[in-house]
């Protein structure tokens, strides 16, 4: 039996051209390549487990990942529209983006003192909406330490948002119109 390297290079030369004309048939090119290539990486990781023929096991694996890719997709989509629905008129009127930069900055610049466990906990309940016991199992904890981490991730959120906004340079004051004239 050949090697693990020679098996995955005629493996790879074998059927690269016909799992990347399947991820086309299916994505933009750019995605598609992604696909083919993460398709390969797959098969490397679990060479074992492809048999002859390969072309099968290896556009199933291509099919569940471009599944992932739409799933991830169809999520940014519905994420953004919720944003649009809660967005009114009056929200897009009193915007300005002088203000926003500003505590942008602030954010990302306290965003960026936290240490990536911190970070992912928050994002856990925040940005992907997971309750704590679902992010709990997610982290591999309890619920209750999960709830320690997240009061204390929040907590170390907060001091880092009152260190930024203090670091950040203070808005003028709105001049009225009429001490302008």
């Known amino acids: 039996m050949d090697d693990p390297e020679t098996r995955f290079t005629r493996l ?3 059927n690269h051209r016909r799992v990347l ?8 090119p750019h995605t598609a390549e992604d696909i083919a290539g993460e398709t390969f990486l797959i098969a490397w990781r679990r060479l074992d487990d492809v048999r002859d023929p390969a072309l099968p096991w290896l556009l ?3 099919r569940n990942l471009l599944h992932k890719q ?3 997709g169809n999520r940014g989509r519905a994420l953004a529209e919720r944003i649009r629905a809660l967005t009114t ?12 930069v500003i505590e942008r900055e602030t ?5 960026a003192t936290l240490a990536e466990r911190d ?3 928050l994002a856990l309940v925040n940005w992907h909406g997971l309750d704590p016991r679902q992010a709990a199992k997610a982290m591999g904890c309890s619920v209750p330490a999960f709830a320690v981490r997240l009061h204390r991730a929040r907590r170390r959120l907060t001091r880092a948002l009152d260190t930024a906004g203090a670091a950040a340079p203070a808005r003028p004051a709105p001049v009225a ?5």
Not at 21 to 28: D, G, S, V
Not at 89 to 94: C, E, V
């Open 12 to 14: 790879y030369d074998e």
């Open 21 to 28: 004309a399947y991820a086309l048939t299916h994505a933009e």
């Open 60 to 62: 199933g694996v291509a």
């Open 70 to 72: 739409r799933d991830r």
């Open 89 to 100: 008129p009056g929200d897009l009127a009193a915007w300005d983006v002088a203000e926003h």
């Open 107 to 111: 954010a990302l610049s306290a965003i």
């Open 119 to 121: 970070l992912e906990i």
């Open 177 to 181: 119109e009429e001490a302008a004239r």
